[in-house]
């Protein structure tokens, strides 16, 4: 038995999954979906369309900032922790069982609502750059990201060693075409007027086709424009939800958090700033909404050039989608296996042949598509979404804040020393400001989606699941309060 199949043992469980992937890897399936392609592109108009320029050179750097602070954060416990539970299983160590079961839900949903965002913005995006006018119909949209979301599945289906090698072509892939994109962009710019990136306009209302109400408050725009590098740089605990099946997971799977968070975020800085210079006109870019991406890159680019980076960007967003599947698959699977799930016997089953929980993967892939028929409105969906997964990021946060140095004493090998208290109240505090701005008209839905949601776990919990779920089998030895 190695290292890593005692390590596990040590916290309860056996190993079941394949453990094949090394560091670049676990890296990789978290920077694909991250994917400053997908995010960065479908909802660049979320954050251009609220104060200009000023959004990208000043807004993304501050909200990677916050990023980063909880990706380092969650990555000490996943040190400690290297379960694919991730956060379930850490919610339950350092709070207790009900905790747990609240960070499960909470994350499992909202990697649900992400998976629904990737592929509801790349088949968008695709469409309206190539595709034909009956494409942006519902129906048609519904079929299209059902056909996307099912080979997304079925990939996931067939085992880790084909997810692996493309994950491992993603995460190059999307470093390629986003660097070859931003010289290209940079190359055919007017002029690189750097003073666009901090010039604060006010493109709500008609003036941004009407992606964001309009309103005076310059200070309120630019925090509502933070719900784009918010969205973009979510995904990052698919390194804790793949430590299964990660060759030497205590150092790996952290290092794969943050180095994924800190890699997208300046590459996509650099890509974002790239399009603001190239816009020949802000004005015209922003009254065309939604489209002001790919308006500049038609503008900007020679036509050939600008298909063909359309087609690398619309792969890059299919393989976003992908490793989403795979790392939902995994948090639902450890969340049944510890009997979380209704009908947890049959979602945690592992295929003896390709050696992955099938009816979790299919489970996943389902509720995505189900989601888009509630709420087909992307800007929602990436609301809701950002909500539910940065609320799951940082209760274990929270409650390893409350915990350290008390309950948990024992780190693994990759830890922040002292630095580890200040910056989970950082990491609390800035996921409280982005609930309040991910609930904002026209997201005001999403309002509904989470006071439901969360109205849900606490008759869940005290209707039946306090007294049936037991947790994880062991931690260190001892079993769960």
Known sequence: MDDDA???????????????????????ISMSIICILAGGVTSFHLG???????????????????????????????????????????????GGRGWGWAVAWFNLAGLVTVLAAINVGAYRFLVDSLGPPWGESEIAQALGVGLITVSQAAINHVGIRAVTRLTDFSGWWVLLVSAVLTFALLACAPSWDLGRLTTFANFSGPAGANVWPGTHGLTWLFALGLLLPAYTITGFDASAHTAEETIGAARNVPKGIVRSVLVSGLAGWLMLVAVVLAMPSLDEA??????????????GLPRPLSVALIAGIGLAQYLCGLATVTSASRMAFAFARDGGLPWSAGIRWVCPRHRTPPAAIWMVACAGLLFTIFTPVYATITAVCTILLYVSYVIPTALGFLAHGRTWTEMGPWHLGPWYKPLAVLSVLGCSVLIVIGMQPPNDRAIWVLGGFTLFLLVGWWGGARSRFAGPPTVRGKRVA
């Open 286 to 299: 922003a009254a065309r909404g939604e489209g002001a991406f790919r308006w500049t890159l038609e503008r």
């Open 48 to 94: 251009f369309c609220s104060v200009g320029g000023a959004a990208i050179g000043l807004g993304w750097p501050l909200a990677c900032s916050f990023s980063l602070i909880v990706a380092a954060t969650m990555a000490q416990v996943a040190s400690a922790y290297p379960t694919a539970g991730g956060l379930y299983h850490w919610g339950v160590v350092l």
């Open 6 to 28: 005692k390590a596990l043992q040590e916290l309860g469980y056996v190993q079941e999954l394949a453990r094949r992937m090394g560091a670049f890897s676990n890296f990789a």
